[in-house]
Every structure is written in structure tokens, then in C-alpha cells.
């Protein structure tokens, strides 16, 4: 079972920028896609981003396409999240997911966005952004 650890959430004003980090450890990361969600207070949790296992394809849900970019470092078995351009909507925990059985395609964005579509999570870091 691969462990994902979250880090670089902080407080941020508006208009800013931040990095999410995600390093996996005891289980294989190149073979499987990755994505991250984030949980807002009295929210339910959201799909923001993905890439497919060897990065060359992306999906965003609309409220943070053209501001958010996720990549990933399959030899530091790291995904990222850089965020741009920051809004206090975007405030929540954000956490990283593994793909719960590889495709080793592009399953298409419904897929990406489905959380049952992931089999392993993180515990999440804070990222809150003041106005």
C-alpha cells in the first residue's frame, strides 16, 4: 500500500501563489495516475486536478483551470500542484490521491473527478487563503 504525504499548505493572501508537494513511498507511482481534491469547511470534498501516470495528459475542474497546474516527477515519485492567482474560495484541505487500478491511459475527465476512481489518499494539508 503506497503512502502520500502533502506538504507546502500555508497561509497565503489573495493573489498569490502556492506549491502543493505529494510524495508517495512503499508501493509503485509511475504506473498510476494521480489527482488532487480539496474539502472546504461544511463542503463536501472536491475534484480539483489530475494527471495520467506518465504526465502527458491533465484534467481540471473549471473553477481552477487556467490558475492551478498539476505535474509530476516520477523519479522523485512526487506529484505537484502549483497554484496561482489564489482566491479565499480556494481555502480547504487539499489532498493527494492514487489511482486505485492503472489504466495506463486517459480515462477522460468524469474519470479523473470520480473519487472512487482512487485507492489511496493522503491525510492533507491546510492551504488558506486570506482576502
Known amino acids: 500500500q503506497v503512502q502520500l504525504v502533502e506538504s507546502g499548505g500555508r497561509l497565503v493572501q489573495a493573489g498569490g501563489s502556492l506549491r502543493l508537494s505529494c510524495a508517495a513511498s512503499?508501493?509503485?507511482?509511475?504506473?498510476?495516475?494521480m489527482g488532487w481534491f480539496r474539502q472546504a469547511p461544511g463542503k463536501e470534498r472536491e475534484f480539483v486536478a489530475a494527471?495520467?501516470?506518465?504526465?502527458?495528459?491533465?484534467h481540471y475542474a473549471d473553477s481552477v483551470k487556467g490558475r492551478f497546474t498539476i505535474s509530476r516527477d516520477n523519479a522523485k515519485s512526487t506529484v505537484y500542484l502549483e497554484m496561482d492567482s489564489l482566491k479565499p474560495e480556494d481555502t480547504a484541505v487539499y489532498y493527494c490521491?492514487?489511482?486505485?487500478?492503472?489504466?495506463?491511459?486517459?480515462?477522460?475527465?468524469?474519470?479523473?473527478?470520480?473519487?472512487?476512481?482512487?485507492?489511496?489518499w493522503g491525510q492533507g494539508t491546510q492551504v488558506t487563503v486570506s482576502s
Open positions: 512503499g508501493g509503485s507511482f509511475r504506473d498510476y495516475a
Open positions: 490521491a492514487q489511482e486505485r487500478h492503472p489504466i495506463q491511459f486517459d480515462g477522460g475527465s468524469n474519470y479523473y473527478a470520480n473519487g472512487a476512481t482512487y485507492g489511496s
Open positions: 494527471v495520467t501516470w506518465l504526465g502527458g495528459r491533465t
